[in-house]
């Protein structure tokens, strides 16, 4: 692979971050340099392959098609980014049934599912966001005394509140695609329905759904931060400020009386500044669970 080549992966791959994730671009800049590339090379490969079934008109032929892209070796590779992440994943000996798994994820995207049950919306989290954290692990490294497995059902967890982090404040933006992603019985246990969210129907009942799902995230997030103290201590500031900021999200939607219909919550560079501070302490606070 030429050194142009190699430069004009690694561009087009921060070009994809800058556009999508101010969030996920400013928590990574913690990391040291050589992991950092490496990581947003990962999110660049979920971001666009997430990106491909947002499309109108996708197909099941363009998802496959683009598995076989992904399949092909660093040294097989036409696109700038997946060129950026094959050889990423082959540098760093990244397990690619975590990969595939991610592909099958956005896969229910293709279908437009319905989700019966929190178990089921899970799993789906767990296709699309954890896998993502379990590519990641082998990039930021371990502390020493952990391994991978150990460290796993924390990685999947907070992968889980991300997304549906993701899923709350989305709600409007996946309405006028005609997905929703509320469990069918966490819609009936507040009498909604699927056409009441698509429809876009925000009175007390609808908050007191987002207030449940808010509840949700929040202890995920918390059942998920001992697992950030068996990373590498070079790697936790970067996924704690990840989590944490990430969290966040969660306040402002309660900010913005829940109005995600028509508003998209967020964090301002300002706020993310204001913040760092108090993550990198409670983050240096966190202790890896008892054995």
Sequence with gaps: MSAAAWKNAQQA?????????????????????????????LYAFCRMTDDLVDRDGATQEDLDAWRAQVNLPAAEQKMPV???????????????????????????????????????LED?????????????????????????????????RLGVALQLTNILRDVGEDAGRGRVYFPEDDLARFGLTRQDILTGVQDERFRDLMRFEIARARQLYEESLPGIAMLSRA?????????????????????????????????TGWQKLKMLPGIVLAVLRVRPPAA
């Excluded at 921060?14 to 947003?40: C, D, K, N, Y």
């Excluded at 990039?139 to 460290?151: C, S, V």
């Design 235 to 267: 790697a936790r500031p970067a996924v704690g400020a990840a989590a944490l900021l990430y969290r966040a999200i969660l306040d402002e939607i309660e900010a913005i009386d829940y109005q995600v219909y028509t508003r998209r919550a967020h964090t």
């Design 124 to 156: 789906y989290c767990y296709h699309v966001a954890s896998t993502v954290g379990l590519l990641s692990m082998p990039i930021i490294g371990m502390a020493p005394g952990f391994q991978f497995e150990q460290a796993k059902p924390y990685a999947v």
């Design 13 to 41: 791959t921060e070009a994809v971050i800058r556009q999508h994730s101010r969030t996920f671009h400013f928590a990574t800049g913690l990391l040291p340099s050589a992991a950092r590339g490496a990581i947003r090379a």
């Design 82 to 120: 997946l060129l950026y992440w094959s050889g990423v994943r082959e540098r760093f000996g990244v397990d690619r049934r975590y990969e595939q798994e991610l592909i099958d994820g956005v896969n229910m995207d293709l279908r437009c599912r319905r989700y019966a049950t929190w178990d089921e």
